[in-house]
């Protein structure tokens, strides 16, 4: 006589459950970053990209790599807790593939936050502060993690409770972000047959730091206020060359030149 079958619950599993994987995924995610980036190959610190004499000495910036990992620390501290109060779900069909799934969504949000707020937003740092071109890099990690996240979709929609939606509305999805990452990087330089770029330096940089930073770039200043500089770039590709010499957000929008025009009238 053959014992007979279990068989595993195939109840829904909690939000809890799903976002203890999220945040694991995400604080993982920073560890990555930090203990790769920042400790082996040292790349970047935390705030390498900030312009300050302050934050120049090596102790400040190991201080802030040091809170950032505290931070990641407490992070994955609420996932293990989340983790721990729905222990009884893991026992459940497909908690596995569940837990997995969204910790790869996790790691690979991770990879986007960090490119859109400290890397171009607040301009904390880039991943290769000594590279010629940081915007590439700063690109490869950004498609890294739109790559890693379609990776934990994915392994999430063939689980148990996966959802509806079915294959197409994953590749509409996916057309959406690869048109999304296509146009960030076409809208970084200006049109062809327009030499005018608009670049975002940190506050409180000097008009003389951006008049040199326009001249590496064989440009010119057209006008600028408040941090934000019209610079005409003869040649189109080294535009993206200002980013060394400081710049935050280099963009091909013309749409500044009508404000600083009305504002210089």
């Known amino acids: 006589m053959s014992a007979p079958s279990v068989n595993?619950?195939?109840v829904p599993f909690s939000p809890s459950f799903r976002w203890a994987g999220y945040l694991l995924g995400f604080s993982f995610g920073g560890f990555f970053d930090g203990i790769l980036l920042h400790q082996i190959l040292q790349w970047h610190h935390?705030?390498?990209?900030?312009?300050?004499?302050?934050?120049?000495?090596?102790?400040?910036?190991?201080l802030a790599d040091g809170l950032f990992h505290l931070a990641m620390y407490a992070v994955a501290g609420a996932g293990l807790w989340l983790l721990w109060r729905t222990r009884r779900e893991f026992g459940g069909d497909g908690a596995d593939r569940l837990l997995f799934g969204t910790?790869?969504?996790g790691f690979g949000v991770w990879h986007v936050v960090d490119?859109?707020?400290?890397?171009?937003?607040?301009?904390l740092h880039h991943i290769r502060m000594d590279s010629d071109s940081p915007l590439i890099w700063d690109m490869v990690f950004f498609v890294f993690g739109i790559a890693v996240i379609a990776a934990g979709w994915v392994t999430l929609r063939r689980g148990p409770n996966g959802g509806g939606g079915g294959s197409r509305g994953t590749l509409a999805a996916s057309v959406l972000t690869l048109a999304v990452v296509i146009a960030g990087q076409v809208a970084l330089l200006p049109p062809a047959g327009v030499s005018t770029v608009?670049?975002?330096?940190?506050?409180?940089?000097?008009?003389g730091a951006v008049l040199a930073a326009a001249a590496t770039v064989d440009g010119r200043v057209i006008a600028g206020a408040d941090g934000v500089w019209i610079i005409d770039v003869p040649d189109r590709f080294r535009a993206l060359e200002l980013y060394?010499?400081?710049a935050v957000?280099?963009?091909?929008?013309?749409?500044?030149i009508g404000c600083f025009s009305a504002g210089l009238s």
């Open 103 to 105: 910790f790869l969504v």
């Open 46 to 62: 935390l705030l390498s990209g900030l312009d300050s004499p302050a934050l120049a000495d090596i102790q400040v910036q190991i």
């Open 8 to 10: 595993r619950s195939p």
């Open 198 to 207: 608009t670049a975002l330096f940190p506050p409180g940089t000097a008009p």
């Open 244 to 246: 060394r010499e400081g």
């Open 249 to 256: 957000h280099v963009g091909g929008s013309l749409f500044p």
């Open 115 to 123: 490119a859109v707020l400290n890397h171009w937003i607040l301009g």
